[in-house]
């Protein structure tokens, strides 16, 4: 069991090192955007003509917000800096992603308004708190199908109810850090 949760806290270190050099390698491309195809390509989706950019200085962005990087182009004679946000998803294998948002439940819970009894079950399904029933798929946690059906209504409800607000939280934020853009990046 030891084994397994060292290879478990292994893959999650070696996956947020990749996040972080994929993060890197995206500044970089940005601050070479003369010469990297990919940056260029970029900007052009986010709708900049190439032959009116000045300038770009892009950085990383520290701390809990949805946006990673910040890339700040200045426009050839124009006294204006515009300053995109981006979040970085690492495409962590060509079949799948990492997470989009790991704030434990309680932040939702705060962010959200989220009644007891749907944390509750949130922290179940989580694994924040281990199963209520003997015999499920998986000892460390609920999967939604193992709980019963109020409880399962509930919590389709409460995400019916307040999918924008959701979605808008956990794929760009509400910070001043917020992500206008994100970039899906394999290397």
Known sequence: ????????????SDTAKGGFRNEDDVVNKFNNWKS?????DWLRIMEYKLDEIE????????????ADVQVKIKIFLKDVIAAENISIKLVSNPQ?????????????????AIP?????????FTGEIPPIYKNTKDSRRMFFNEMNSKTQKDVVEFFEQNKIMVISDILKGR?????????????
């Open 96 to 112: 799948g992603f990492n997470q989009v948002d790991k704030r434990w439940v309680s932040k939702y819970e705060e962010l959200w």
């Open 175 to 187: 910070d001043k850090m917020a992500a206008s853009w994100m970039l899906i990046y394999q290397k």
């Open 1 to 12: 069991m030891i084994s397994n949760i060292d290879e478990l806290v292994k893959r999650g």
């Open 55 to 66: 300038k770009i200085e892009a950085v990383k962005i520290t701390g809990s917000h949805k």
């Open 36 to 40: 990297d195809l990919d940056a260029q």
């Open 116 to 124: 007891k009894n749907i944390v509750n079950t949130l922290k179940l």
